[in-house]
């Protein structure tokens, strides 16, 4: 295979590019596979060059697909990239937005690169084009996809993304509450599909367990109303100890325990067939619970105990098949403070270990955009 690249890379030097194309198609059919398709990849990527050289379009473009077809990914996923890659510009010279973005969506999904480089631009450059689409929930996704997974050389997807970000709340936080994802958003779980309707999350170094306040943050909407409980989160063990939070004929109940017994609020009628923002807060001495922002219910509580409580529950409150919520969630989230002082909601978008971006909400407004320097530990 070496020695046929050299013959094949002489042919191109002498002007004799069909000798030359000869020799990289009798190297891919012959050794193509090996080295996870690199031979294959770096075959194609020098027919793919030289027709693109000549301005043969058809032929450039029918190398790009094979490579993809024939798995010619190559070592670190480069040929596959750079298949996907062209075909993106391909299409962007075309005008033709369908398919240039379904080349983006792969490369994100297939071809992320070293610490998520090419994923983070591909995925900038479709919240940038959903932005201009004013689709808010596409924007918000790729967004914190880029933020949470793919940041980046020295982070400057990160930096992108969090600039864009900055704008998209600051123009449009009043609609950020009233989102609604579409099946294309990857932070949209549907707890009808998912097997067995189960998440289930470990504490971080019995910090719930230590905690003497609680905050329950989640973003739903329910497919039906139902007379049955449906848990949205729960962390229950026995003798009454734990918490949480669950919808029952359109009503949502927040529940803690004390060692003893449990101390009750609910919001009254909701309308959870939409989407809303729901938090919860305990702490020695009060129980609050807001929907979109608004304080709905109140109470005084003696203490918490949540030590022995066991896993956080999504979508259910133990592993027996029954109470399970039908519905979608965005995003869920258990603090071990309470979060949400002075009837302020900070709305939370990117985290790290010294600083993350949030929302001030009041009366379902937005006054305040913030990048606060503690984590939410408060440390």
């Not at 000798?19 to 075959?43: F, P, Q, R, V, Y």
Request: glycine residues 6%; aromatic residues 12%; positive net charge.
């Amino acid at each position: 295979a070496l020695i046929s690249f050299r013959i094949a890379d002489l042919y191109f030097k002498e002007k004799d590019p069909e000798s030359a194309i000869d020799h990289l198609k009798t190297i891919s059919a012959k050794w193509g596979g090996l080295n996870n398709g690199e031979i294959g990849g770096k075959a194609y990527f020098k027919l793919a060059n030289y027709y693109k050289s000549i301005k043969k379009e058809v032929d450039f473009k029918n190398i790009l697909s094979n490579m993809l077809l024939k798995k010619y990914h190559g070592r670190n996923n480069y040929y596959g990239w750079f298949a996907c890659n062209e075909m993106v510009m391909l299409y962007e010279k075309k005008k033709d937005i369908f398919f240039r973005n379904q080349y983006l969506k792969r490369i994100i999904e297939n071809f992320p690169g070293e610490s998520g480089n090419n994923a983070g631009k591909a995925a900038m450059t479709l919240a940038h084009y959903y932005y201009k689409e004013k689709n808010l929930g596409l924007t918000y996704a790729y967004c914190r996809q880029v933020i949470s997974k793919y940041p980046g050389h020295q982070k400057q997807n990160l930096i992108v993304a969090e600039e864009l970000m900055t704008n998209l709340l600051s123009k449009n936080a009043s609609e950020i509450l009233k989102l609604v994802p579409s099946k294309d958003n990857p932070y949209l779980i549907d707890f009808n599909s998912v097997k067995r309707n189960q998440i289930s999350v470990k504490e971080r170094n019995n910090e719930l367990s230590k905690a003497k306040a609680i905050t329950v943050e989640i973003f739903f909407r329910q497919h039906q109303e139902s007379g049955n409980i449906e848990y949205l989160v729960a962390r229950h063990g026995n003798n009454n100890i734990g918490f949480s939070l669950h919808i029952q004929n359109s009503i949502l109940y927040w529940s803690v325990g004390n060692g003893k017994n449990d101390t009750k609020i609910n919001s009254g009628k909701v309308k959870t067939s939409s989407w809303m923002h729901v938090v919860a807060t305990a702490e020695a001495g009060k129980m609050n619970l807001y929907v979109n922002s608004k304080l709905v219910a109140e109470s005084k509580l003696d203490t918490i105990e949540n030590d022995g409580a066991g896993r956080i529950k999504i979508g259910r409150v133990s592993w027996i098949e029954k109470h399970l919520f039908s519905g979608d969630v965005l995003m869920a989230a258990v603090y071990p403070i309470n979060k949400f002082p002075n009837g302020k909601i900070h709305f939370k978008y990117k985290e790290s270990k010294n600083a993350y971006m949030y929302m001030i909400i009041e009366n379902n407004k937005a006054v305040d955009v913030k990048k606060n320097k503690m984590d939410y530990r408060g440390k």
